[in-house]
């Protein structure tokens, strides 16, 4: 993406460029290859804030897996958790004696991928382990052990690589602070 684009005017900082994430991405691809050797995991995507991660990771990891979708809403399009989740898309496949895979954006109360995962084991997964490319630990309210997490990162609101303000900046290729002057009215 261009430089010059008028998404770039709405950071306050870069975070986290493109060049950081592309490696710490390849080295989660290798360690996850390694972890489920012999093994045909299911690789599931919180749509939609982790497409962009999701997409990049699979492609770094080798082994047989498969992939699945799924969207979730904790959030409305507030900068803040409202604690409630629903599922607004669920898997096509049974997970039943499966390794799943969780791939997140981000970790932030947790609320979320707590969710999940007790969604999964629920309905017989073998294995569930979540992989974020961001965690947030500052902000947990719950107790979540994250498996795999490409970066810690302070209590900001960030955006890019697949993560939105209310929908937009996901097709930033770097992960940027947004300027707090874009959330200001909603607070
Ligand atoms: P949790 O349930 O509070 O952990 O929420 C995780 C979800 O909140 C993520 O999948 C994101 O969609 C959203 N979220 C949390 N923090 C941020 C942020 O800094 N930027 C954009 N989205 C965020
Ligand atoms: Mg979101």
Redesign the pocket.
């Known amino acids: 993406m261009n430089r010059e684009c008028s998404l770039y005017d709405d950071l306050e900082k870069v975070l986290i460029s493109a060049e950081e994430i592309q490696d710490a991405v390849r080295r989660l691809g290798e360690r996850v290859s390694l972890d489920y050797a012999g093994r045909a995991p299911v690789f599931v995507c919180?749509l939609k804030?982790?497409a962009v991660f999701f997409s990049d990771l699979m492609r770094e990891v080798s082994l047989p897996l498969t992939t699945d979708f799924m969207a979730?809403s904790?959030?409305g399009s507030s900068?803040k958790?409202s604690g409630v989740?629903r599922i607004l898309k669920d898997l096509d496949h049974d997970v039943l004696d499966k390794d799943v895979l969780v791939v997140?954006?981000?970790?932030?109360?947790?609320?979320?991928?707590s969710y999940i995962k007790k969604v999964l084991h629920e309905r017989g997964a073998r294995s569930v382990r979540l992989a974020t490319l961001?965690d947030?630990p500052v902000?947990r309210?719950t107790e979540l052990e994250v498996d795999y997490a490409c970066f810690r990162i302070p209590n900001?609101?960030?955006?890019g690589y697949g993560?939105?303000?209310q929908e937009k900046y996901r097709n930033l290729p770097l992960i940027g602070v947004?300027h707090p002057r874009i959330y200001m009215e909603e607070a």
């Open positions: 919180i804030g982790a979730i904790s959030y900068t958790t989740v997140e954006d981000i970790v932030d109360s947790g609320l979320t991928l961001l947030k902000r309210r900001e609101f960030v955006v993560l939105d303000y947004l």
